[in-house]
């Protein structure tokens, strides 16, 4: 079972017009058992994880594609990171601006751009540096990793169990070069979770006249050529974009359904199996 708690791109929206597809910003909950999961970014989707339903949660395994605002900006939210009790293990990517992996949540969790301190959480906390090419087994659930294509940097993962495998490729571009390994990487999976920020004539500058290329993210077209390519069964459009209205994302999944049949939106709440 995977649960997407935040799907939306850049910041987060609310209002009228965002009410089927929600505004909560990337995060991804998978179960390992009733004390542990997987998370995959922490946009403020994650805040969903306060309520009690998750309260038996204590072991939370935490992997961020990438530490731009919208996949980190929920983390000082979580309250089992001021809880005693909870163990906490972070896996983010290398960067030459880190002397250790504790570095970013040092810069995070602290004064003027938060209250509370690193050093004041009560959390067992653990970071790691991405060990690329491993794979993490966490009960009978492997994760692994790929470089992907975003400025800075970014990382898509795999989540295997039981013979079933989702590809979570938010923060994406479509590339030449990356298109090959990522579809490599998606073979046969049952999902795959891409970069559907915009709708193609809106990427390519036809909507307001500026291009988005180059600004690392995607369309429901490349994801139909890499899903067709990678023999993926079904597509998830994801990361979407916070000025595209519900009518709006009605429209990307009618069109990605026309060419791909097994076309799925994601929306705060969706759950997969």
């Known amino acids: 079972m995977l649960k997407i708690l935040g799907c939306r791109g850049t910041i987060p929206v609310s209002g009228e017009h965002f009410t089927k597809y929600g505004g909560n ?3 991804i909950y998978v179960p390992v058992d009733k004390f542990s999961c997987v998370i995959l970014d922490c946009g403020t989707g994650i805040t969903a994880l306060n309520s009690p339903e998750y309260a038996s949660i204590q072991n939370y395994n935490i992997f961020f594609s990438h530490l731009h605002w919208d996949h980190i900006i929920g983390l000082p939210i979580l309250r089992s990171m001021y809880n005693s009790k909870a163990n906490v293990n972070i896996f983010v990517e290398d960067k030459d601006i880190f002397n250790s992996p504790t570095d970013f949540l040092k810069e995070l969790f602290r004064p003027p751009f938060f209250p509370v301190s690193y050093q004041n959480l009560k959390a067992n906390i653990n970071v ?6 491993r794979s993490y087994n966490f009960g009978d659930l492997e994760v ?9 940097g970014a990382l898509i993962y795999k989540i295997g169990r039981n013979g079933y495998t989702a590809i979570y490729a938010t923060d994406y571009e479509h590339s030449e070069i990356f298109d ?3 579809a490599e990487f998606a073979r046969n999976a049952d999902y795959m979770l891409y970069d559907t ?9 036809m909507f307001d006249g500026t291009p988005k290329i180059g600004w690392g993210h995607s369309t429901y077209k490349d994801a139909i050529r890499i899903a067709r390519k990678a023999d993926v069964k079904n597509i998830i459009l ?4 916070p000025d595209y209205t519900d009518s709006m994302i009605d429209e990307m999944l009618e069109l990605s ?3 791909f049949e097994n076309t799925i939106c994601a929306y705060d709440g969706l759950t997969l199996y």
């Open 25 to 27: 910003t990337s995060s």
């Open 128 to 133: 790691n540096f991405i060990d690329y090419g």
């Open 257 to 259: 359904k026309m060419e």
């Open 144 to 152: 692994s990793s790929m470089q992907g294509n975003h400025p800075d």
């Open 238 to 241: 994801f990361h979407h974009n």
């Open 197 to 205: 920020t915009y709708l193609p004539d809106d990427y390519n500058g």
């Open 180 to 182: 090959d390994k990522l």
